[in-house]
């Protein structure tokens, strides 16, 4: 899924992650492209204290308040989505697009789901004065026994 960041990222990577950054209106800033580049490599699910280890893996540590901000910044700006397992885990994930998610409570990785979103016939009617903007899919499993083959 995602290849481990052990170097910064290159001259060809800085320009093109700045020019993302620049086309979400974000100025490119060595430490929103350090940050971006952790991303930027595939589809990834990261908290942001996992985005703080890769990025303090790189060599260049950035504050604990710079990458709160910056991923802020990007999941407003419509770089990165946001997903909440639940009151204590959110995950930052690269795939903007709509799609659900498997969340192992073994493990606790977050996998997009594949295929269509699920459809959900009872879905109820919002609050009068309100309006459903968003439905978030998050299917918990754990692991179990291997199917048979
Ligand atoms: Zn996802």
């Known amino acids: 899924m995602s290849a481990p960041h052990s170097s910064p990222p290159k001259a060809a990577a800085t320009l093109e992650i700045s020019r993302q950054l620049l086309a979400h209106g974000i100025q490119p800033t060595p430490q929103r492209i350090e940050i971006a580049s952790v991303f930027l490599c595939g589809d990834v699910h990261l908290s942001a204290e996992q985005v ?29 989505s946001q997903v909440s397992v639940d009151s204590t885990r959110v995950f930052y994930d690269s795939n903007t697009s709509p799609h659900y998610h498997f969340f192992n409570v073994d493990t606790g990785v977050l996998t997009d789901g594949d295929g269509p979103l699920p459809t959900l016939e009872t879905l109820p009617a919002p609050p009068p004065g309100t309006m459903t903007e968003a439905v978030d899919v998050v299917i918990r499993v754990r692991n179990g026994p291997t199917p048979a083959t």
């Open 52 to 80: 703080i280890a890769r990025v303090a893996g790189n060599g260049r540590p950035v504050s604990k308040a710079t990458v709160y901000n910056t991923l802020g910044l990007f999941r407003e700006r419509g770089l990165l």
